[in-house]
């Protein structure tokens, strides 16, 4: 137990499909992240909110909507995705919100395959 | 912004033996270093950290050093066992932005 949940843990979808990945932290945190994990390369920063506010969004695609409706949770909207988008999409909390990017708890992970 | 290297990217030893995964990097403005293990189907687990203001720190068999000057932070597994197989990663935060290393990929052989 991480203590940052995870739903579903592995997800397959078309290319025209609509999905929404879940995530709520358990740890009293005030920071949220969404991280991508491609084989064979470093983690890639997706998303940050801070207290429910986003507070970077590392040049993203829009077909990856984020949303957080409060500290605890945590959400990645999915839309008109492309095979390359298929990867691990890891969820994270830290507890300091005025310097993000502090200890990160990640979760297990959502395995996304796009056909 | 700040750049993290990591070597080896894999790393295979004999059980009972050490490991040794080292990372570099760009910003001297780095001034935390964690370090996760991720095991097959799993997320990262933070494992160890250090700060700047520490050269070196330990838990039972892992150890963590941090040399300023020359940019580089290292990983120290003693006494390997085969739960120790997983992937590794850095990390150094700067100016509120963590950036990792590739990763690690450590077999320890039984």
């Known amino acids: 137990e991480t203590g940052v949940t995870q739903t579903p843990r592995h997800l397959v979808m078309g290319m025209t499909n609509k999905k929404s990945l879940k995530c709520e932290q358990h740890l009293g945190h005030n920071a949220m992240y969404w991280y991508k994990q491609s084989a064979k390369k470093p983690l890639e920063l997706m998303f940050v909110?801070?207290?429910?506010?986003?507070?970077e969004n590392n040049s993203v695609p829009s077909r990856f909507s984020p949303e957080c409706p409060n500290s605890s949770h945590l959400f990645l909207h999915l839309h008109t995705l492309q095979p390359e988008d298929s990867a691990l999409y890891l969820c994270a909390s830290s507890q300091d919100a005025d310097r993000i990017g502090g200890t990160i708890y990640f979760g297990e992970g959502s395995w996304l395959t796009v056909v | 912004g700040e750049n993290v290297e990591q070597h080896p990217s894999t790393l295979s030893v004999q059980e009972g033996d050490s490991a040794v995964i080292k990372c570099t990097y760009s910003d001297s403005a780095s001034n935390y270093f964690p370090w996760y293990k991720q095991e097959l189907g799993k997320g990262p687990q933070l494992i160890i950290d250090?700060?700047?203001?520490?050269g070196e720190k330990k838990d039972q068999r892992i150890a963590v050093t941090l040399n300023k000057t020359a940019k580089h932070f290292s990983l120290h597994i003693t006494e390997t066992q085969p739960e120790d197989s997983a992937v590794y990663f850095c990390a150094a935060l700067a100016r509120n932005d963590m950036r990792f290393g590739a990763g690690t990929r450590l077999t320890v052989k039984p």
């Open positions: 250090i700060r700047s203001n520490v």
């Open positions: 909110y801070s207290l429910e506010e986003r507070v």
